[in-house]
């Protein structure tokens, strides 16, 4: 069989919605589709694949792949996948919302599964909504982390949450991520957050999960107030208490997905962008 004619342009909702099917445009991809997240390939002159995604310029996550009938087995997923990728030094993996075992339809073109994550994506409170939550926040103060000074409290906040005390982490996620930190009255760290360009949250370390919920509160407040109206955040595990955490700070859980491929590890940080929610050590801490 002779190479198809493959060329490649962003796809229209209607495109999307043809390919993939109304049932499976999720108000996630729809979202996505919307904000010209949708690369579409045309072969010998029809539509005849699509891949959603989101990313940066340092990887590329899949959100949904299709691939009509008649185009299949022809390396049309693959070029899709491989004009995501762009260079060698651009990671793309894929986000599905099946088991691992069940992602035939990628044909493999993005590596063996890997590490399996699951990750929450967000519609955002309204901004009154948040601003009524926000004021019934309690009393942090909340300001930028300053790489130098604030270091020792995160690795603190981090101890006491059971985390490995890692200077290197904070210095990588300080290079990409703004860094918030939240204090009492009594000037006293009670937790910390990173808040990425992306809409993604996390990773956080707070000394209770009522604190941990009023900073997540004052992430969202954050990308909404970039114009974003959808926030993420990744999870080794489903976490019925991240979840809950989630669901008080108003947020309508839309998605959840299973994180698959080989790729270097969350902007190679050495660990994933939000760990695993964990319990409270003595009582005190928790930590994601």
Request: aromatic share 4%; charged share 20%; proline share 6%.
């Amino acid at each position: 069989m002779n190479s198809p004619t493959i060329d490649l342009r962003t796809a229209t909702p209607h495109e999307a919605e043809m390919l993939l099917g109304r049932a499976a445009l999720t108000p996630t991809l729809a979202a996505l589709v919307a904000r010209e997240r949708a690369l579409l390939a045309i072969v010998d002159g029809e539509p005849s694949a699509l891949a959603i995604y989101s990313g940066d310029e340092r990887s590329v996550e899949v959100h949904a792949i299709a691939v009509a009938r008649e185009s299949r087995g022809r390396g049309v997923a693959r070029a899709l996948v491989e004009a995501l990728r762009g260079s060698e030094t651009r990671s793309v993996r894929a986000l599905v919302s099946v088991a691992p075992q069940e992602f035939a339809p990628m044909y493999g073109v993005l590596g063996s599964p890997g590490e399996v994550y699951c990750g929450y994506t967000l519609s955002l409170p309204t901004p009154d909504s948040l601003a009524a939550q926000l004021d019934g926040a309690g009393t942090l103060a909340v300001r930028p982390i300053q790489r130098n000074t604030d270091l020792r409290d995160l690795l603190e906040l981090d101890a006491l949450a059971g985390r490995p005390r890692d200077p290197a982490l904070h210095e990588a996620l300080h290079a990409s991520a703004q860094g918030l930190l939240f204090a009492r009255s009594d000037g006293e760290s009670a937790a910390y957050l990173y808040v990425f360009p992306d809409g993604e949250i996390g990773p956080g370390a707070a000394t209770s999960a009522a604190v941990l919920g009023d900073a997540i509160l004052y992430a969202l407040a954050r990308l909404r107030s970039r114009g974003r109206d959808l926030a993420r955040v990744r999870v080794p595990a489903a976490s019925e208490r991240l979840a809950w955490l989630l669901r008080r700070c108003g947020g309508s859980i839309v998605e959840l997905s299973v994180l698959l491929g080989d790729g270097p590890e969350a902007r190679a940080l050495g660990l994933p962008l939000c760990g695993m929610l964990r319990g409270e050590p003595a009582g005190r801490s928790s930590a994601w």
